[in-house]
């Protein structure tokens, strides 16, 4: 058999449906196909590879690593590559897991935070193997202020070359706060893997506290981490400057959610000491990328050109930095409904320039005639193609854009209908009544009066 294993958070219901036919299995059904030696521990579903998986993927898109290591791992290898390279003057290779955390209990998820002020979540799985401890993290539940980093370098025994690498570290990570949906998440994989919602919370504070802080290191070493630590923050910058690029070229702003947990003050880079003129600086540049993403998602310059020239005048009036994570939020997600709203890139070159005709002045006149006219091609060609392309004829495209239009102007200005008519194109107000009525099932003035008492 070939399965395709759908899970379903919900103890009582695990459907696995078999990929060849419409035959659903039931949770105690996929079982008693493993074989026996699948079930190390009775009661306990042993497989849960696909539930890590997902939970995996999910903290993955939030920018949260994970990591399964043993207790008698080194501590260093529950750390990125990063922190473990910062922290090797605490010597924390030669200290295990086991050591700093000492023993962990079953069915008990730990939230522990540290002298870095960096949180992580840990919990045994039920699986018999050595490598049965679950890392999630680091992130932050708030915001590390560069006073702070001074006070942590100071108790760590850092040099103050490292605290710029420190604080740069600490504007890649996300910041998730108690009532974060993350959460819910991981509870409901708890409840999963532990078969029950009764399981213990243990909080851990301090996980440092017992090892010794070394009285001097070399510039050397400081130098050396230093430069290896920039060289990875510039390459999680990278990263996740691509990644909103990628997620511009296909429109997806429900990725909005996940990337939000890393939009905050501390992601920008530090060039200016004016720390306002510095994100406006980084405003510019994520202006420019998410600009050329839209363009490569298939959107013509025309569209792309006035939300772009929009966003560069809102920049210069911003007035505070800790407003610029919400601004940068909104210019994402204004650039990937550009490209779900305007993207002509599955279709051919006459009809996208069909399209760029018609919504360039839906104020103009406009027919299948006039525009094939323009075209140099016949009606019957343009008919037909137009048809197939994007499944709705040319006269029921003008007609949906006009109505949009006419509804945007209704809801955001006071204009007269007939005037608001003659910016969609129709000359007869009364024409226009029944049109709109016809697509929306409201008259003008009934729709406006409806927008306004909402």
């Known amino acids: 058999m070939y399965f395709c294993n759908i899970f379903i958070f919900d103890f009582k219901k695990m459907l696995i449906m078999q990929k060849n036919d419409d035959t659903i ?7 008693n196909y493993l074989p026996k030696n699948d079930h190390n521990r009775k009661g306990v579903p042993m497989n849960f590879d696909c539930e890590l998986s997902f939970l995996c993927d999910v903290l993955k898109k939030a920018h949260i690593k994970t990591a399964v ?4 791992d ?3 290898d529950a750390l990125d590559s990063w922190l473990g390279a910062i922290l090797g003057p605490l010597k924390l290779s030669s200290v295990t897991v086991q050591q700093i955390l000492g023993p962990l209990d079953d069915k008990t998820k730990y939230n522990f935070s540290n002298l870095l002020k960096l949180n992580y979540v840990i919990l045994r799985t039920p699986v018999k193997s050595e490598k049965n401890l679950l890392f999630i993290g680091p992130y932050l539940s708030a915001h590390v202020t560069p006073n702070d980093v001074m006070k942590i370098a100071e108790k760590l025994g850092f040099a103050p070359s490292t605290q710029r690498v420190l604080q740069d570290y ?3 990570l996300p910041i998730i706060t108690d009532s974060d949906r993350l959460f819910t998440v991981i509870d409901t994989f708890c409840e999963h893997i532990w078969e029950t919602n009764a399981f213990s919370i243990v909080e851990i504070d301090g996980i440092f506290s017992h090892v010794s802080v070394p009285e001097e290191h070399t510039q050397a070493d400081n130098d050396l981490t230093d430069t290896l630590a920039r060289m990875e923050m510039m390459e ?5 400057e691509n990644e909103l690029i990628r997620a511009v070229v296909f429109g997806q702003q429900h990725t909005e959610k996940i990337l939000s947990t890393i939009f905050n003050e501390q992601m920008f880079e530090k060039r200016l000491p004016d720390s306002l003129r510095n994100a406006k600086n980084y405003c510019i540049i994520m202006n420019t990328l998410l600009r050329k993403a839209a363009e490569q998602g298939g959107v013509h310059p025309l569209y792309i050109d006035r939300t772009s020239s929009a966003f560069a005048k809102d920049i210069e009036a911003l007035a505070d930095a ?3 994570p919400e601004f940068m939020k909104d210019m994402f997600s204004s650039y990937c409904r550009l490209v779900r709203k305007h993207s002509t890139k599955a279709y051919s070159p006459i009809v996208k320039k069909t399209i760029l005709l018609i919504d360039a002045d839906i104020s103009s006149e406009l027919s299948l005639h006039s525009l094939a006219s323009k075209l140099e091609i016949s009606k019957g060609y343009l008919a037909s193609v137009f048809k197939r392309e994007t499944g709705k004829t040319v006269s029921e495209y003008i007609s949906e854009k006009r109505i949009n239009r006419a509804m945007h102007l209704l809801n955001t200005t006071d204009l007269q209908i007939q005037t608001v008519a003659m910016h969609c194109g129709v000359m007869d107000v009364q024409y226009f009544s029944k049109l709109f009525k016809k697509h ?3 008259t003008p003035k009934e729709f406006r009066k409806a927008s306004a008492s909402r």
């Open 25 to 31: 299995y039931t949770k105690d059904d996929y079982f």
């Open 74 to 76: 080194p501590f260093t």
């Open 322 to 324: 800790k407003t610029v």
């Open 440 to 442: 929306t099932g409201k």
């Open 236 to 240: 999680m910058r990278y990263a996740f």
């Open 69 to 72: 290591i043993s207790p008698h």
């Open 170 to 172: 600490y504007s890649a």
